[in-house]
């Protein structure tokens, strides 16, 4: 298996729920490991950078809303098959589609405030930590 890796966001609803501990341990139990962390209140053109690849969707407008709405923890996490980890680990975005044990179904509320964002294909994970890392931010492990 190949060692990569991935970005994590904690939204702000699981930081409004006090989750970061326990969303972080949820990953290095599987092990994921952060290798690079912060805590940021993404501005509106942050947000609308980031998500920029759903800008036609109608939910755009209430997704950078959200994102916008309060702090949340950016990370990079990494490990075997990181990608594919993560987002079982964090579910279907949908909490009630998501399996039994899951980040989703055990934090989220709903469709839009589902706690946790996670990359979903190797060339999106290196664009996204990108995004919000420098190069020289990502420790060795």
């Known amino acids: 298996m190949a060692i990569e890796r991935t970005l994590s966001i904690i939204k702000p609803d699981g930081l ?5 501990g326990a969303i972080i341990a949820h990953f290095e139990k599987a092990g994921l490991h952060p290798v690079a962390m912060r805590m940021m ?3 509106r053109a942050d947000a ?7 800008k036609e969707r109608p939910f755009f ?3 950078v809303e959200f994102m916008t709405s309060g702090p949340c923890v950016v990370m990079a996490l990494e490990g075997e098959n990181a990608i ?3 987002r079982e680990i964090m ?5 009630k589609k998501a ?3 899951t980040l989703r179904k055990l934090y989220a509320t709903d ?3 589902n706690t946790v964002h996670g990359s979903d294909s190797p060339e999106n994970a290196k664009i996204e930590i990108a995004y919000f890392f420098r190069t020289t931010e990502l420790v060795k492990r």
């Open 16 to 20: 409004k729920k006090n989750l970061v």
């Open 41 to 43: 209140h993404l501005s």
């Open 48 to 54: 609308e950078g980031f998500y920029a690849v759903h």
């Open 61 to 63: 407008g209430s997704l």
């Open 84 to 86: 594919a980890k993560n």
């Open 91 to 95: 579910g279907a975005t949908d909490p």
């Open 99 to 101: 399996a039994d044990g």
């Open 111 to 113: 469709v839009e405030k």
